[in-house]
């Protein structure tokens, strides 16, 4: 299985980013999907996962997250993006590749996103 990211880059402060996260492979169900992000010291927080709604408290309000099952796809829009929010963004996927199987995490490569003036 497979993850890959896009969507990062450099934005103003109070600008705005949606990072695409697409799985692909051997996959039988998903069962959440969510994005993670990492700055460099410090721990890797959850950002936002679903289902469920879950979401950082930094960033409830102004981030939302949106799934494509179809597509096997999970979107992170991002608003009214602050310096703090400058990180590496990590998609994860708790996946099945067979009805009989377990779940396991997959990884994206993770995507940069700065945001400076």
């Known amino acids: 299985v497979l993850l890959v990211e896009s969507g990062g880059g450099l934005v103003q402060p109070g600008g705005s980013l949606r990072l695409p996260c697409t799985a692909s492979?051997?996959?039988?169900?998903?069962?959440?999907m969510g994005w993670y992000r990492q700055v460099p010291g410090k721990q890797c927080e959850l950002v936002a996962q679903?289902?469920?709604?879950i979401y950082l408290d930094s960033v409830q309000g102004r981030f939302s997250n949106s799934s494509d099952d179809a597509k096997n796809a999970t979107y992170l829009q991002m608003n009214a993006l602050t310096v703090e929010d400058t990180a590496v963004y990590y998609c994860?996927?708790?996946?099945?590749?067979?009805?009989?199987?377990?779940?396991?995490?997959?990884w994206g490569q993770g995507t940069q996103v700065t945001v400076s003036s």
């Open positions: 679903a289902p469920g709604g």
């Open positions: 492979g051997p996959i039988f169900s998903i069962v959440l």
């Open positions: 994860s996927g708790l996946i099945k590749t067979g009805h009989f199987e377990g779940a396991n995490t997959y």
